[in-house]
């Protein structure tokens, strides 16, 4: 494939992705059709199906994005070469800001995705989330043994299951503040404030 084909691949896949983010983030992912998408991007329906196969192909390429973007952060995090501590709670600030940011992509990284990585049939985007799931996995990992060695973790607990007890955590405390901003404010708590508070409290847990 030619430079001049590849750009031409990749300024009209990015204009659909733009156009599908766009419609999601107006209509909802289940009111928003495959039509409406290829109208708001100026294309032809047959034109969109020729990059993307149906909308959940459509909508987990941006699930994938917003994964690169975590994994973005965790790199810059960790190439600071702080203590645990400050690495630990900068991931989970960034994560929170970005779960914010992009609710819809954020659920879907939580939520149920197909990982049947070694059927024929499994279409490659759900094949990229979770080869880079397990990349992210592992720089996650490196992170919580800093832990263990600063000997802020209890070093007896099993990584595999620490990992997803701190994700599980994290990640449902993220969600309930998105999902309760208005309860918060009755509270007169401070979201970022009551966001520190909760994952502090997280690492109390893992000693």
């Known amino acids: 494939m030619n430079t001049r084909t590849e750009r031409t691949i990749a300024f009209n896949r990015r204009n659909i992705l733009d156009a599908a983010d766009k419609l999601f983030c107006k209509n909802g992912i289940d009111k928003t059709t495959m039509e409406q998408i290829a109208t708001e991007a100026g294309y032809s329906k047959p034109t969109l199906y020729g990059y993307f196969k149906d909308k959940d192909e459509v909508y987990f390429a941006l699930v ?17 070469h702080a203590t645990f501590t400050e690495t630990f709670m900068k991931i989970c600030q960034d994560l929170f800001r970005l779960a914010t940011r992009y609710p819809l992509y954020f659920e879907g990284l939580i939520g149920n995705i ?28 490196s992170i919580l043994q800093q832990g263990k060695d600063e000997g802020i973790i209890n070093n007896s ?3 595999a299951a620490l990992l997803y007890f701190v994700w599980s955590a994290i990640s449902g405390n993220i969600r309930m503040i998105n999902h309760k901003k ?19 409290r997280l690492l109390c847990a893992c000693k």
């Open 182 to 200: 208005e309860y918060l404010k009755m509270l007169k708590l401070n979201e970022k404030d009551f966001s520190e508070f909760c994952f502090e």
């Open 114 to 141: 197909n990982v049947n990585i070694q059927a024929a049939d499994t279409p490659q985007i759900y094949k990229d989330i979770y080869y880079l799931g397990e990349a992210l996995n592992e720089k996650l990992i």
């Open 64 to 80: 994938l994005e917003f994964i690169q973007k975590i994994v973005g952060k965790v790199d810059k995090a960790i190439d600071e």
């Open 157 to 159: 607990l099993d990584n």
